[in-house]
Each structure stands twice: as structure tokens, then as C-alpha cells.
């Protein structure tokens, strides 16, 4: 973990609002796949994707009563997403302070086939970097929840000082 010291409630909440309208505001292209903030906490968060045919590869070959598999574009998209934001949960000012990708590595487990649900926790934040560890899980057709990748992220730290 980090140095940080624990965000109140309050902060937490006030973080998931804003990132929630950021998301659905400023973020067309989260906000067109269905992104939402699901929980967030110190050092962690976790947002969802609802299923949905738009973002499915096409598979001709799939039986009448098969769903296409979701893109794995949109498991990296979370992934970078929700790494990025976690981060965040564990700056001193977490609303004025930005994150930018610097390398993002996603393992693909399985195809996702049902709605997406990516947690990310971080490993460290910090003064200039931080990692953090996401896993995505998604809805089998049989109902069960599995993992469909894991991924890690670094990000640079841009700090209002």
C-alpha cells in the first residue's frame, strides 16, 4: 500500500459522484459503452459495463441461442480505467490531481459473455508513479462469475503543487 493516510467516507463518496458524472459528462466514449462506478475506497474501485451487442465481436458461427463474446478491447479499456482512478483514492487531493498511462499489460483468462465488472487495487501510489492490479470478471451463460483477464497498470502522478 502507500504512505497515504485513509480518505473519510465522505471524501470516498464525494470522489465516486464526480467520477461517475466525469464519466457520463466528459467521457463519450466510456460514457457510450455503459460505464459505471460501482464502489470505491482507499485504494481500491470497482466499475461495470453492462453487456451489450455493440460492443461484441461478430461470430457468425454462434448457435441461435449463443451470445457473441464482448471485444477484449473493453476488458483493456476497464482495466486502464478503473487502474487509473484507484490511484486517485489514494492522493491527498484526489480531485485536482491527474493520471496518464504510462504501461498497461492485460492477460486474457477466457471470453467474457455476460456483463463486465472490473476491481482494481493499488499496489503503490507514489510521488510520481503509481501500479495498481485490476481483475475482470464477467457472467458465464451458465451464471456463474468468472475471471476473464487480469491486468496491471503504471501511471505518472501529475500532483498541483
Not at 459505471?36 to 461478430?58: A, F, Q
Not at 492485460?106 to 471470453?111: A, C, E, I, K
Not at 501500479?131 to 496491471?152: F, L, R
Amino acid at each position: 500500500m502507500t504512505d497515504e493516510s485513509p480518505r473519510s467516507a465522505e471524501d470516498i463518496d464525494d470522489l465516486a459522484r464526480y467520477l461517475q458524472h466525469y464519466i457520463d459528462e466528459n467521457h463519450e466514449f466510456l460514457s457510450w459503452i455503459g460505464t459505471s462506478v460501482e464502489d470505491v475506497d482507499n485504494g481500491t474501485m470497482t466499475l461495470s459495463i453492462p453487456y451489450d451487442e455493440k460492443l461484441t465481436n461478430t461470430r457468425p458461427t454462434a448457435g441461435p441461442d449463443q451470445r457473441p463474446d464482448i471485444h477484449g478491447g473493453i476488458a483493456a479499456t476497464l482495466i486502464d480505467t478503473v487502474g487509473g482512478f484507484a490511484i486517485q483514492t489514494q492522493l491527498e487531493d484526489p480531485l485536482s490531481t491527474g493520471v496518464a498511462t504510462i504501461n498497461l499489460n492485460v492477460n486474457y483468462l477466457r471470453p467474457a459473455t455476460g456483463d463486465l465488472e472490473a476491481t482494481a487495487e493499488v499496489v503503490r501510489a507514489g510521488s510520481t508513479v503509481g501500479v495498481s492490479e485490476v481483475t475482470v470478471e464477467s457472467t458465464t451463460p451458465d451464471g456463474e462469475t468468472k475471471a476473464v483477464a487480469t491486468g496491471q497498470g503504471s501511471f505518472r502522478i501529475f500532483r498541483d503543487d
